[in-house]
């Protein structure tokens, strides 16, 4: 896929895709919603979850530091674990990828004030459609793009932020009335709001010197938004008394801080990011098919470069095409609950690659044990946050693997014709 000279994406791209595709929807419209589990202690479920997040961010470095092609996940898997595996893994990716996409392009109109549930879902079909279009003409235009649109996002939110690191030595982690009961599901939450991370490995194909940038980038991604959501969250809890019951928190934390002005600026903000949000992903979501199709699952036509733009079109019209479908027919909450089991695939299995690459090098039983550490903690975590869940959602993604493997069959027999 990556012709001489089309590797293009910069540390700064790679790091803006990673924080973009991170901070998206969920720092805007969560606060409420954890203030309402938690209390006062609600920013511990941010904190807990990078925690238990860093070692599967970690494999994901230590995973993207040993690849220049696209896929991601899905490359590691199919390296690792034989081509049916690497299928599985990057159909799920993919899976994950149009969900979260079509979550926040949902999620735009929830800042629009007055937005008829008819105009929201207009809204949301038009971005997905915009930016489909924006990244057929080409990875740098989209690479731009996504950098604005990261960058600009971060002003307001970076104010919200500073009011909360003043807010910092009053902060009393103390719990509402059901006290630490409900950290899974606040955790479950803040799992959503740090996805992201992982999309970073998936354009290496087209990035300058990914075994350097694309690691720097997973990590910073990872760290960088926990500092942020915390500090937000802890800002509108001191700003906002009846933040549980807010449906806009960080506009209300915001016009308590700056005034009216202050307000109309985070709600700017707030769709500006869930429009850089579905920037992001059309840019990196249809990769995954890139990488399938360079592997075989799938039609070869899917990683064809345009002969005008160099994109791979025939990826970015069907993805498009998906997440378009998604968000006009899904709710925002239902899509955010697919997306955190599904999500857990790609997790699991590129923790798994790291444990079995250590294994092989490791010369020792200590070193085993030693080696095995950080993969397996990351698998634990990621089992433990898809489990605050439920099954049904389990039984979904099942189902959704199922018709990949359909697929996969259909298109392999119609390549044989």
């Known amino acids: 896929m990556s012709a001489p000279g089309s590797r293009q994406l910069s540390r700064f791209d790679l790091l803006c895709l990673g ?40 494999c994901f470095a230590e995973a993207a530091s040993r690849h220049d092609r696209a896929g991601g996940p899905a490359l ?23 969900v979260s996409w079509a979550a926040v392009a949902n999620g735009i109109a929830a800042y629009l004030p007055g937005t008829a549930p008819w105009a929201g879902k207009a809204v949301a079909a038009a971005a997905i459609a915009a930016f489909g279009a924006l990244n057929w003409r080409g990875v740098r235009l989209g690479a731009w793009t996504t950098d604005f649109f990261t960058v600009a996002k971060l002003v307001p939110i970076a104010l919200i932020a500073a009011a909360g690191l003043k807010a910092l030595p ?9 006290g630490w009961a409900p950290l899974g599901p606040a955790c479950f939450l803040a799992y ?52 549980a019951a807010s449906e806009r928190p960080l506009a209300d934390a915001a016009s308590a801080l700056m005034g009216p002005w202050g307000a109309g600026l985070v709600t700017a903000g707030a769709v500006i990011s869930m429009t850089g949000y579905v920037a992001g992903s059309a840019l990196g979501g249809p990769r995954y098919l890139v990488a399938l199709s360079e592997e075989g699952h799938l039609p070869r036509r899917l990683a064809a470069a345009h002969p005008r733009f160099g994109t791979p ?105």
């Not at 009053?170 to 059901?178: I, S, V, Y």
């Not at 350097?212 to 802890?234: K, T």
């Not at 498009?320 to 790609?346: E, H, M």
Request: hydrophobic share 55%.
């Open 19 to 58: 924080v973009n595709a991170v901070v998206g929807s969920s720092v805007f419209l969560f606060p409420g919603r954890l203030a309402g589990l938690l209390g006062a202690a609600s920013p511990a479920a941010y904190a807990l979850t990078a925690l238990l997040l860093a070692p599967v961010a970690l």
């Open 76 to 98: 590691y898997a199919h390296e690792e674990f034989g081509p049916t595996a690497g299928f599985a893994i990057g159909w799920l990716c993919w899976i994950t990828m149009i």
């Open 192 to 243: 959503f709001a740090f996805q992201g991370f992982e999309t970073v490995p998936v354009p290496a194909g087209e990035a300058k010197d990914p075994k350097r940038d694309v690691p720097f980038a997973v990590l910073a991604a990872l760290g960088g938004s926990a500092v942020l959501y915390l500090l937000v969250q802890i800002a509108a809890l001191s700003l906002v008394p009846g933040l």
């Open 170 to 178: 009053a902060w009393r982690p103390e719990t509402g009335p059901q």
């Open 313 to 417: 079109s025939a990826s970015i019209l069907c993805s498009t095409a998906v997440a378009f479908v998604a968000a006009l027919l899904l709710d925002f909450d239902g899509l955010v609950d697919f997306s955190n089991v599904v999500i857990g695939a790609q997790f699991l299995s590129t923790c798994a690659v790291v444990l079995r690459r250590r294994a092989r090098a490791a010369r020792g039983s200590w070193a085993k044990a030693r080696g095995a550490a950080m993969p397996a903690a990351g698998m634990a975590a990621t089992v433990w946050l898809g489990a605050q869940g439920g099954w049904k959602q389990v039984a979904a993604s099942a189902v959704v693997l199922a018709a990949g493997f359909a697929l996969r069959a259909g298109a392999r027999s119609l390549d044989k014709l």
